[in-house]
Every structure is written in structure tokens, then in C-alpha cells.
């Protein structure tokens, strides 16, 4: 099955400031998602974006499909986007949705 | 639409116990899956299923059976419960397992094996 990496692991940000997340994929995948989990350990779907950029609030997300790999950006940082934020896809015909390890965000104040 | 609904939120189970974590989605997704989450790990595929009557094993299937009767009802059952089995449990449903369909998953179910 497909691999899926995310870096980096673990984030500290202060209140403000912007990031980039990464995911990378082992093989093409035809489903995307990125997913924030919040300190209650809801999964809460942020984009689903299996190829192209798209944008809400002051986050955005790009996959590039063919070199496969998704950035998630989140700009002006507040507390509440702490928590740990997962990428997640799967191949054609596989119907099997892997998730990467996570990168844990912390903001502080 | 109630979305994706995972019962119960919480167990404690002994040993060699067995129960059935249930899942049910309203928006008559065909796709349907569980996943379970240790701690600071990731999530990880147990069973999916394409439709009813449809189920097949996922990363880590051993220990855990699923049906799917219905379009509505992913149930997944503990034979006999190990304390390595202990972890956060999602639901998770989409409209097919085809392209260009998002997953949307439940609340979750925290079951502790003693």
C-alpha cells in the first residue's frame, strides 16, 4: 500500500505567525484530505483537494498530483489552530484511505 | 442529516469480553470504514466496506470482524477483547470509494481493554 510522510512532526508557533505543512505520498493518490484533529480528538475536514490549491479563511491547501505531495499553509496563527493536523489519500482501485502520522501544532499566546 | 453517529463514546471492557461498536450514517453513503487511533499515532485502516452485503480488510484487521447488512450500518465487532485493542475507534463514511469523494468521519468511541 501507499506510504504517506508528514513534516515536520511536531510545531511551535507564536500567535501570528504562518506555516507550512507538507505531505508526501509514496504513489499517485486520486483522494486527498486534509484533516484537523482539535484537542478533543474530533477530526474535523478541512480541504479535500486531490489536486490544484484551494483556499478558506486563512488556510489554504496545493497539491501537486503529479510530484505527490500537498502543502497545507496556515497564515496569522491563533491558539485555537493548535492540535495535530493529518493528510490522508488513496490510490485508484484500492478504495484503502491511508493517513500520515500527523503534524502536531502548537500556538502560543 | 445527523452525519456519521459512533456508539458508545466511552467503554471499559475486561479481558476475553466482546462487544460491538456501532456506526451509522444517514447520507446513504455507499463507502464505509473503521479506523483505529493509538496514542500519537496516526489512524489506521481495520475494515471498509464498498455496499452492503461488501467488506474487506484494511492495515490491521486481526481481532476485529465488520458486516454490512445495510447501506446505514457499519458495525464492528471484538471477538475477544485484548488489552492491545485499546484505543480511540472512528467511523468514517463517503458517498462511493471512487475519485472525487471526501470522508466524514464520527465522534469516535474510547474503549480501554483491562
Known amino acids: 500500500g501507499i506510504q504517506v510522510e508528514q513534516s515536520p512532526p511536531d510545531l511551535i508557533l507564536q500567535e501570528g505567525a504562518n506555516s507550512t505543512l507538507r505531505c508526501n505520498f509514496s504513489?499517485?493518490?486520486?483522494?486527498l484530505q486534509w484533516f484537523h484533529q482539535n484537542p478533543w480528538g474530533q477530526l474535523i475536514n478541512l480541504f479535500y483537494i486531490p489536486s490544484g490549491t484551494k483556499q478558506n479563511g486563512r488556510l489554504s491547501a496545493t497539491t501537486v498530483a503529479t510530484e505527490r505531495y500537498s502543502l497545507l499553509y496556515i497564515s496569522s496563527s491563533q491558539t485555537t489552530d493548535s492540535g495535530v493536523y493529518f493528510c490522508?489519500?488513496?490510490?485508484?482501485?484500492?478504495?484503502?484511505?491511508?493517513f500520515g502520522t500527523g503534524t502536531r501544532l502548537k500556538v502560543l499566546a | 442529516n445527523a452525519g456519521v453517529t459512533q456508539t458508545p463514546k466511552f467503554q471499559v471492557l475486561k479481558t476475553g469480553q466482546s462487544m460491538t461498536l456501532q456506526c451509522a450514517q444517514d447520507m446513504n453513503h455507499e463507502y464505509m470504514s473503521w479506523y483505529r487511533q493509538d496514542p500519537g499515532m496516526g489512524l489506521r485502516l481495520i475494515h471498509y466496506?464498498?455496499?452492503?452485503?461488501?467488506?474487506d480488510q484494511g492495515e490491521v484487521p486481526n481481532g476485529y470482524n465488520v458486516s454490512r447488512s445495510t447501506t446505514e450500518d457499519f458495525p464492528l465487532r471484538l471477538l475477544s477483547a485484548a488489552p492491545s485493542q485499546t484505543s480511540v475507534y472512528f467511523c468514517a463514511s463517503s458517498y462511493s470509494a471512487d475519485s472525487n469523494q471526501p470522508q466524514h468521519f464520527g465522534d469516535g468511541t474510547r474503549l480501554s481493554i483491562l
Open positions: 466496506s464498498v455496499g452492503a452485503g461488501i467488506t
Open positions: 504513489d499517485s493518490v486520486n483522494n
Open positions: 490522508a489519500g488513496s490510490t485508484s482501485g484500492t478504495y484503502k484511505y491511508i
